[in-house]
């Protein structure tokens, strides 16, 4: 590696009177000549040429710092993120949801960036490895297409094409929600820079960075449910009668990583936790989102009526059946069932062959009710 | 640094929602008058609670992609963006005069502007509307034009916007008559023809993107379509005039002029932006033009 104009960019850096402190790099000029500190020794009194030496020779420190005081940004959720798709030193805590790796110091860090490192953020796969003048290259793609030729997949440049991406699932339909796990694979962003590739991210998954970054810092300004359902007003104003138990029950449809890739940290309030799992992914979900308020609408008026003991006649497949479709609608499997699955309770003859039996048939309409059961109390 | 916020609705359903929000954003991006440039929504992500947190820039233009003032600008968009200081009376408007009101928020300064559709730069989008629709960059002699909104069943400025757009034009004297109509109330878009002695009669309306409204309702109330699923003719014959069915407003490449002219006006350095917007975007209707002329009526 050629670490010859970072050596340059450093020695230039602390004769301006700057110290130098970067991944155990630690440099500075003084009256007795320059100080130079690494992990594996300490030097003081180097005369320019010295210096220069003992940089050269320790060229990955040089152009590690090189790299990093190109991207900038000190304190930033930009900066951070970088590292920490490189495993280099991040400030803060881990958060929660990772398994995070420890972090790798500059010599392994970058015997690892010469084959690639790899971090996952939700369903992105984020590649950084070494230019030859001690840059970092990225490769952004779908996790699924590890390994994947860059030739074999649509490539992308502009960060903003990610939101074209982001619009539709495999089969078409609309994703409102960005971190749904039904991001569509096939396409790379092969070579973005450093700014593209957090801001390509920032469209796949918005704010995701942020939040975390906020997380680590111990800043997340988390909203619980009850803060955010009283906040809203018009349409969804109702949404904070909706009782207590709907909320696990919630959080439980909606938010559950098989539904929803960021981890839910927000609770029913601060001292009452709900009870489904937040998911194990690496960004935070801080408040309630648009659709889950959407949706909470819809329960918090269902939830406002009462319930009845109801008299059904079904036989107990037919029982069985009953719950074999609210399952397979409730993954999402109905299109999957082939139409000659009869043995699947959710296939569409077994549906109909019970509406037209116990649901009053094709014509019942769609108010339900008439035709199924009647009313005990 | 500064930074653009465009703050405009989105959809749980419909993924063309957000369309023409990306296009004016990215517009604004290719002319690089600000360091950073966001869409925000209410329905889609980044949602209006979590896009401040994105920015580095400490100065932040918040442009509501709005037609009105009203609930959205006054309530939803200050409240999520957690504008503490916010108070309606900051923008010191009877309806249709909101400029913008400097708060702070997340430790940032934050330049609350008044909705697009309100802005007097947006007379010139619903013209430029009318020209690509026509393919006329002349378009306003023997013709009408109906500025057309909701009315004030769900927001009274609304239809002060509608009025207040149609007053400009007409005052003008480019087109032989003007109107503002309406959907629910009088003068109802329905009886377009009643209201106009032109054969020729532009159909703007003051919409910030296409939806139920523009590509169902209004054109099945004219009677352009018996079904909007079939699609309708540009121009299509009604009871004896020709109606040139523009769809909504919003989607015009110019609507990037109005949001640059809203931060503008709040302080923003945008240099000679504005100019080239309004070139670029003069290329872009053309372009369009060229494609939909081939499309109409399919
Ligand atoms: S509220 Fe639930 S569904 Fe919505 S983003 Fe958060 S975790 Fe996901």
Not at chain 1, 332 to 350: H, L
Not at chain 2, 207 to 224: N, R, S
Not at chain 2, 267 to 274: T, Y
Request: charged share 35%; aromatic share 8%; net charge negative.
């Amino acid at each position: 590696m050629n670490a010859e104009r970072a050596v340059e960019a450093l020695v230039e850096r602390v004769d301006g009177g700057e110290t130098v402190d970067c991944d155990g790099l630690s440099v500075e000029a003084g009256p007795e000549g320059y100080r130079l500190e690494l992990p594996e020794l300490e030097r003081t009194g180097l005369s320019t040429e010295e210096l220069r030496r003992t940089l050269s020779a320790f060229g990955e420190y040089a152009t590690n710092w090189r790299y990093w005081d190109r991207v900038g940004g000190a304190g930033t959720a930009r900066r951070a993120f970088l590292r920490w798709c490189e495993r280099a030193p991040v400030p803060g805590e881990a958060t929660p949801g990772e398994s995070d790796p420890e972090p790798l110091a500059v010599p392994d860090r970058y015997d690892a960036l010469a084959e690639g490192i790899d971090r996952e953020w939700g369903q992105l796969l984020l590649t950084t490895t070494l230019a030859e003048n001690g840059d970092r290259r990225y490769d952004l793609r779908h996790v699924e297409d590890a390994g994947a030729a860059v030739e074999d997949l649509d490539t992308y440049d502009e960060p903003r094409e990610a939101r074209e991406l982001t619009t539709f699932d495999e089969d078409g339909r609309y994703r409102p929600l960005k971190t749904a796990p039904t991001l569509v694979p096939g396409w790379v962003f092969p070579s973005p820079s450093a700014t593209e590739l957090v801001s390509a991210v920032g469209f796949f998954y918005p704010a995701t960075v942020e939040n975390w970054h906020r997380e680590r810092e111990g800043e997340l300004d988390v909203d619980h449910w009850i803060d955010t359902a009283e906040r809203q007003t018009g349409i969804y104003d109702v949404i904070d009668e909706l009782p207590r138990e709907a909320v696990d029950w919630m959080a439980e449809a909606c938010c559950v990583d098989s539904q929803c890739l960021r981890r839910r940290e927000w609770e029913y309030d601060s001292e009452d936790p709900i009870d489904a799992p937040g998911g194990e992914g690496p960004f935070p979900c801080r408040e309630p989102c648009s659709l889950v308020i959407a949706a909470a609408r819809s329960w918090a008026i269902d939830e406002s009526e009462e319930s009845h003991t109801w008299e059904v006649e079904l036989t107990r497949g037919e029982r069985n059946q009953i719950e074999e479709i609210v399952d397979a609608v409730a993954e999402g499997r109905t299109e999957e069932i082939r139409e000659a699955d009869v043995g699947e309770g959710a296939n569409r003859y077994r549906a109909r062959y019970l509406r037209a039996k116990r649901f009053g048939g094709e014509d019942d309409g769609d108010e339900g009710g008439e035709g199924f059961g009647d009313l005990v109390e | 640094m500064q930074a653009l916020v465009i703050a405009a609705h989105g959809s749980h359903l419909n993924p063309g929602a957000a369309r023409p929000t990306y296009a004016h954003a990215d517009t604004v991006r290719d002319t690089g008058a600000f360091d950073e440039v966001r869409e925000a929504f209410w329905k889609e992500e980044p949602h209006f609670r979590e896009v401040i947190r994105t920015l580095e820039s400490d100065e932040v233009y918040v442009v509501p992609l709005f037609i009105s003032e009203g609930y959205f600008t006054e309530q939803v968009i200050p409240r999520e963006l957690r504008l503490s200081e916010w108070d309606p009376d900051r923008w010191d408007s009877e309806g249709t005069d909101a400029d913008w009101a400097t708060l702070e928020a997340e430790g940032k300064t934050i330049h609350y502007c008044g909705p697009v559709g309100t802005h007097d730069a947006m007379t010139d989008v619903i013209v430029r509307r009318a020209e690509s629709v026509t393919d006329d960059p002349d378009v306003g002699k023997g013709v009408g034009l109906a500025v057309v909104g909701h009315g004030t069943e769900r927001n009274e400025n609304s239809a002060k916007a509608v009025e207040y757009h149609a007053d400009r034009i007409r005052n003008r004297g480019r087109f032989d008559e003007v109107e503002a109509l309406f959907m629910d109330e009088e003068p109802e878009v329905d009886d377009v023809t009643d209201y106009f002695e032109s054969d020729d009669v532009v159909v703007v309306p003051l919409f910030v993107a296409d939806g139920y409204h523009t590509q169902e309702d209004i054109p099945e109330d004219m009677g352009l379509t018996e079904d909007y699923r079939e699609g309708w003719e540009v121009p299509a014959e009604v009871e004896e005039h020709r109606i040139w069915y523009a769809g909504a407003v919003g989607t015009e490449a110019l609507m990037a002029e109005v949001i640059l002219e809203r931060a503008a006006d709040a302080g923003a350095d945008i240099e000679n932006a504005i100019d080239r917007v309004k070139r670029a975007t003069a290329e872009m209707a053309d372009a369009d033009d060229r494609g939909s002329r081939a499309e109409a009526g399919d």
